[in-house]
């Protein structure tokens, strides 16, 4: 497995675009992107968990019912959520404008939207750029940091990945994009992710690895805790690297699964990192639960926990907090047995022995803490096997800035 | 029933106490509270959700099993909590020195503390101070004033009430004190409160009472979702009101238990406006939900959300927050259903009908939005009867920086 340039564009026969069609009024930012696909792909897909889902979810999940798509249309600075029947039009519109553009089905075309929730989507401006917007897209490098640009809202790194694996004798590609940095909570994290790949690949099976992938990636990243009305995960596959197709769980499977679960943590990592206002990307790391279901919980519990965030923030090894976290996690545990490390680039420090406090270092502590990365080792020792990561940020002044006056 | 002055002193036959005893050593405030009855009392109380308890709530767990209390001795500065088998120690010594000076049984004496985890407490500081801490107890409001100055952390304001309503004839009275700033989240917020009451009443009904009252009160608070690991709430009933002692659920009992939750609903809004860093007291009200339990689920997650908090902060009419929390809640009901008005002393604006965008004047929202008590008010069209009340506050700049680095 290595790490590719290119991004969705990586795997063959995949062309992207992105332009500002006027969404964005003042910033006259990218804010409409095409991914397109030259062959028709199978495809899966995840939405948000919210009960109030937005428009492009509803007609995305109607769309990926036929389980083939050929494009993805996306916009930002508008979520086209809680608009009523209205939205619901334009969203539909959206995907037919698109399949207007390439002679395909407007079941074929997904659509997302991101950006404020609650305000008309200026469906106008989308339907009189929406030519150039196909115009636009290109099959290399650009193509995809054109449409990346697009979905973008307060974002301030691009997230995207790309890995080239060999199955058969045949190099397959899988390239990613994802857009998302508040509204980001587990089940899934406020976001947009479109994934390409080259593979032949079933549609179940496709859809079995999305799901292993998702659970252990962008589910067990968290922001602030806000589940969002829009987010969606769709991977689309061509078959264009010529493998045997992939179509039981066998050795070929794992490679394809393995691989996409390694491009989806990845850029979950780079979700938390870009959080709303962070300045550290924390690791939850726990070992010793009953399962991974409840080492799971613990880990996110603690990753969210508003608390434990400030903390990190503010660089003080006050592991009480952690302690508190877990315990109202939902999870038996035995609070006797908790072991607790802070550990980064700067070392590793021991806080917390069997529930209690041990002697340590603040200098220390505050050094390891300071770290852009860091990580909180829970160890709990219960017997169990059960274990899991989750990944967060800080809680910074400048998440509450961003959000106090996000619309103006 | 009538507000009247002198908090847990108000009724008859308690006297209170507190003073610095070395705890905050720094800034030499009062640390070490005590509040004693004459005579005994039937005694009911609820503890903290939290898995891991801290050290006061085990042993009050265990003295409160007997159902009689004398005595509730309280600190600050130091919550005991993940302090291990030396911290439990201290807190049976707690309250052993609190019995020995009024020769009752420590069983007799509840026993709890607030403020940092993970550190010992310095339990020589009270031993030689205890004596002083009895012979300063007073029946009057300086005493109950001097102990809940002793129970405070980060809170900024005294949060106390006492009641008066006649019962047969005879005057009962209830007094409280509570504190809680950070680490509030339902089931229940982080926070100290003692009640005292003169009612003569069975320990059944004084339970059934509390829990009530507990349930539609400080379990409707959040201000940070973070369930502490010390939370206590203790009442205290010594019959000295000389009523005809309430055993049965009777008119008698709904007036007491109306009392109770009067006072309790007082105090949780105080917590809520004293919330870490908090510039406004957020009331959400929702009507139309299936039943009492949706309504309160929906009506806290809104009251949680890290975005509508930021939202309120910033006074921004963002009501897509709104919705969007609702969707998450994990309660079934209708988006396309909801109206949503924000509210307060400035005016009512409906900002949503029907799940869907309505024009409103962005000015007047702000208006409304920038005072120091705001309501969302949210009404479901789903035709049930299911209302509720959560409290919060805003998410400021002050909450990060007091919680950055709590313990220099």
Same mark, same amino acid.
């Given at each position: 497995?290595?790490?590719?340039?290119?991004?969705?564009?990586?795997?063959?026969?995949?062309? =992207?675009?992105?332009?500002?069609?006027?969404?964005?009024?003042?910033?006259?930012?990218?804010?409409?992107?095409?991914? /397109?696909?030259?062959?028709?792909?199978? #495809?899966?897909?995840?939405?948000?968990?919210?009960?109030?889902?937005? #428009?492009?979810?509803?007609?995305?999940?109607?769309?990926?019912?036929?389980?083939?798509?050929?494009?993805?249309?996306?916009?930002?600075?508008?979520?086209? =959520?809680?608009?009523?029947?209205?939205?619901?039009?334009?969203?539909?519109?959206?995907?037919?404008?698109?399949?207007?553009?390439?002679?395909?089905?407007?079941?074929?075309?997904?659509?997302?939207?991101?950006?404020?929730?609650?305000?008309?989507?200026?469906?106008?401006?989308?339907?009189?750029?929406?030519?150039?917007?196909?115009?636009?897209?290109?099959?290399?490098?650009?193509?995809?940091?054109?449409?990346?640009?697009?979905?973008?809202?307060?974002?301030?790194?691009?997230?995207?990945?790309?890995?080239?694996?060999?199955?058969?004798?045949?190099?397959?590609?899988?390239?990613?994009?994802?857009?998302?940095?508040?509204?980001?909570?587990?089940?899934?994290?406020?976001?947009?992710?479109?994934?390409?790949?080259?593979?032949?690949?079933?549609?179940?099976?496709?859809?079995?690895?999305?799901?292993?992938?998702?659970?252990?990636?962008?589910?067990?990243?968290?922001?602030?805790?806000?589940?969002?009305?829009?987010?969606?995960?769709?991977?689309?596959?061509?078959?264009?690297?010529?493998?045997?197709?992939?179509?039981?769980?066998?050795?070929? /499977?794992?490679?394809?699964?393995?691989?996409?679960? $390694?491009?989806?943590?990845?850029?979950?990592?780079?979700?938390?990192?870009?959080?709303?206002?962070?300045?550290?990307?924390?690791?939850?790391?726990?070992?010793?639960?009953?399962?991974?279901?409840?080492?799971?919980?613990?880990?996110?519990?603690?990753?969210?926990?508003?608390?434990?965030?400030?903390?990190?923030?503010?660089?003080?090894?006050?592991?009480?907090?952690?302690?508190?976290?877990?315990?109202? =996690?939902?999870?038996?545990?035995?609070?006797?047995?908790?072991?607790?490390?802070?550990?980064?680039? #700067?070392?590793?420090?021991?806080?917390?022995?069997?529930?209690?406090?041990?002697?340590?270092?603040?200098?220390?502590?505050?050094?390891?803490?300071?770290?852009?990365?860091?990580?909180?080792?829970?160890?709990?020792?219960?017997?169990? $096997?059960?274990?899991?990561?989750?990944?967060?940020?800080?809680?910074? /002044?400048? /998440?509450?800035?961003?959000?106090?006056?996000?619309?103006?």
């Amino acid at each position: 497995m290595r790490e590719i340039e290119g991004g969705v564009c990586a795997p063959r026969g995949f062309r =992207a675009g992105g332009i500002w069609c006027g969404i964005k009024a003042g910033s006259r930012k990218r804010d409409l992107a095409l991914i /397109y696909a030259d062959t028709p792909c199978v #495809a899966a897909a995840m939405f948000t968990t919210n009960r109030v889902k937005a #428009a492009p979810v509803l007609v995305s999940q109607e769309h990926l019912a036929g389980g083939i798509l050929r494009a993805v249309i996306a916009n930002s600075g508008n979520a086209n =959520a809680c608009t009523g029947e209205a939205g619901l039009a334009a969203a539909r519109l959206m995907a037919e404008l698109a399949a207007g553009e390439f002679a395909i089905r407007p079941s074929e075309v997904a659509v997302a939207s991101t950006g404020i929730i609650g305000v008309p989507l200026p469906i106008a401006a989308i339907e009189s750029s929406v030519s150039s917007l196909a115009d636009s897209i290109h099959p290399g490098p650009a193509g995809h940091e054109a449409a990346l640009e697009a979905i973008m809202t307060t974002d301030t790194r691009k997230k995207a990945a790309a890995l080239e694996i060999e199955i058969g004798g045949k190099a397959l590609r899988l390239g990613a994009m994802v857009k998302g940095s508040g509204m980001i909570h587990p089940g899934m994290a406020t976001m947009l992710c479109f994934i390409t790949t080259d593979a032949a690949i079933s549609r179940e099976l496709l859809d079995r690895a999305l799901r292993g992938a998702v659970r252990r990636s962008f589910n067990r990243v968290t922001v602030d805790g806000d589940t969002s009305t829009n987010d969606t995960v769709i991977v689309m596959a061509n078959g264009e690297a010529g493998n045997a197709p992939i179509v039981s769980e066998g050795p070929d /499977y794992a490679l394809f699964a393995g691989a996409l679960e $390694t491009l989806c943590v990845k850029l979950a990592r780079d979700l938390a990192r870009d959080g709303e206002g962070a300045t550290r990307l924390v690791t939850v790391s726990l070992n010793g639960a009953v399962d991974e279901a409840a080492a799971e919980l613990l880990a996110r519990t603690v990753a969210a926990s508003s608390l434990v965030k400030a903390a990190c923030f503010g660089a003080d090894a006050n592991w009480g907090r952690v302690l508190c976290a877990l315990g109202y =996690a939902g999870v038996d545990f035995d609070p006797a047995a908790v072991d607790l490390r802070f550990a980064g680039a #700067a070392g590793e420090i021991l806080v917390c022995k069997a529930g209690a406090p041990v002697p340590f270092s603040e200098e220390e502590a505050r050094k390891i803490l300071s770290q852009e990365e860091i990580e909180i080792r829970i160890e709990l020792a219960g017997g169990g $096997t059960g274990a899991a990561v989750a990944w967060g940020c800080d809680l910074s /002044y400048d /998440y509450v800035k961003i959000n106090g006056d996000y619309r103006s």
